[in-house]
């Protein structure tokens, strides 16, 4: 028996402290990942902060990282629990993963019975929606190296990535105990000159080195957890004045703006996670007046749907890019075409102007989550539910059957 079973039951029992600061910049950064991808003219699109939204992805990792190790550092004594803790994960994010994949699959159904839908791209199954990419979408080894390019929904590299982070983190914890730390210590110190060495765009890797990517901003984000000092879930004091951690929130806050804007694809952008692990540290606290805004229930329900977000954004964007390119033939109008946005060529809305480029930008938004919201009612919470109830039947299951006594 290892040292964590005696509090296991307990604290298995007890769900961990919501952060719902950070959950609500979880839900800011994934909608600035879906502006990132969404190819339209306007000040918006144009915007150095949404070029390089990349970079809010490594704030996904670090925060998986602090909220997973606070969670789960202490509960995963043995395989039973190790065990209970994958299936935990595995509900969280594969369902919704495996649901949107279904949907991209069923679109190219419909592509294949309705030629109109084709458009100038690809034939069905094929291209970046061929069918040998599904294996390793199913599998959730698209981010693990084995895929040439970006195919299917293209995000869930970063799903694919984190799952098998928590893989490791949780053999590091049943291995070493306490001492899990020293596996962390080597993804932080190797994963970002690996990332120099290798990849050629830095951090804006996804297939090719997107695991270390994870691997770095994972750890770095659960040793931020351990350096925090910080009792958790009962108290957590703010010793300085509000207006102290104010100030520090709006610095933070510039700091990561300025450094976003201007780190973009260069070396500098390497040093992410640090910047988003010192910001978890601040807002964690929730003791200045920008963690109050955060908290406030339109910000806490994007939170709750960041997750939807992030999975849906590319295929409700997809799909407005087709109804564009129907819409403009019928009425003979250039709603969607050919364009340059700061050197780069994309499709899509930026044929007639930034205006109606900030208007098809705002479409976008309020269609991503709508329909996040309609998977996150109907897929995402069911089966989390679900999986936690599984992952405590599965931890309190009797380790052996006991023989029944014969009369």
């Known amino acids: 028996m290892s040292q964590f079973d005696p509090a296991m039951r307990a604290t298995a029992a007890r769900a961990p402290a919501r952060f719902e600061a950070l959950d609500s910049w979880r839900g800011i950064c994934a909608l600035m990942v879906a502006l990132m991808h969404f190819p339209a003219a306007g000040p918006i699109a ?5 070029r390089h939204a990349f970079l809010f992805v490594d704030y996904f990792f670090v925060l998986s990282g602090f909220v997973i190790s606070h969670g789960y550092r202490n509960r995963l004594g043995n395989g039973r629990a190790f065990g209970a803790f994958l299936i935990s994960r595995f509900g969280r994010i594969y369902p ?26 690809p034939a069905p199954f094929t291209g970046p929606y061929s069918v040998d990419g599904l294996a390793n979408a199913l599998l959730l080894l698209n981010g693990l190296g084995f895929e040439p390019s970006l195919r299917w929904n293209s995000p869930s590299w970063s799903i694919s990535s984190e799952f098998w982070t928590y893989v490791l983190f949780g053999l590091a914890v049943v291995t070493l105990l306490a001492r899990y730390w020293l596996v ?16 050629p765009d830095y951090m804006d890797t996804t297939v090719q080195f997107g695991f270390i990517r994870c691997l770095y901003g994972f750890s770095l984000g659960a040793l931020a957890y351990l350096a925090a000092g910080i009792v958790f879930p009962a108290e957590r004091p703010a010793k300085a004045s509000p207006a102290f951690w104010t100030g520090l929130e709006i610095g933070t806050l510039a700091v990561i703006l300025a450094f976003v804007a201007l780190a973009g694809k260069t070396a500098v952008g390497l040093a992410a996670p640090w910047i988003f692990a010192a910001a978890v540290l ?22 709750t749907l960041s997750y939807a977000v992030y999975m ?26 050919d364009f340059t946005l700061q050197g780069e060529k994309f499709y899509g809305f930026g044929l007639q102007g ?10 976008m938004v309020a269609a991503v989550i709508a329909f996040a919201s309609m998977l996150h009612m109907l897929v995402e919470r069911p089966f989390i539910r679900m999986s936690k109830r599984a992952a405590q039947a599965y931890l309190e299951r009797p380790s052996s059957v006991q023989a029944t006594a014969r009369p």
């Open 282 to 303: 601040v807002f964690s606290r929730e003791g200045g007046a920008v963690s109050r805004l955060l908290r406030l229930r339109p910000l806490l329900w994007l939170g």
């Open 354 to 363: 930034p205006v109606w480029g900030t208007l098809y930008t705002a479409v």
């Open 46 to 50: 144009e915007s150095p902060l949404v």
């Open 96 to 121: 919704l993963h495996a649901v949107v994949l279904a949907i991209f699959v069923g679109w190219e159904l419909l592509r294949l019975l309705v030629p109109l839908l084709r458009g100038a791209g």
């Open 184 to 199: 962390l210590l080597p993804a932080v110190i190797l994963g970002p000159f690996a990332l120099l060495a290798w990849s």
């Open 312 to 337: 849906v954004h590319i295929f409700v964007q997809s799909r407005m890019i087709n109804l564009g390119t129907i819409a403009g033939k019928l009425a003979n109008l250039p709603i969607v075409g």
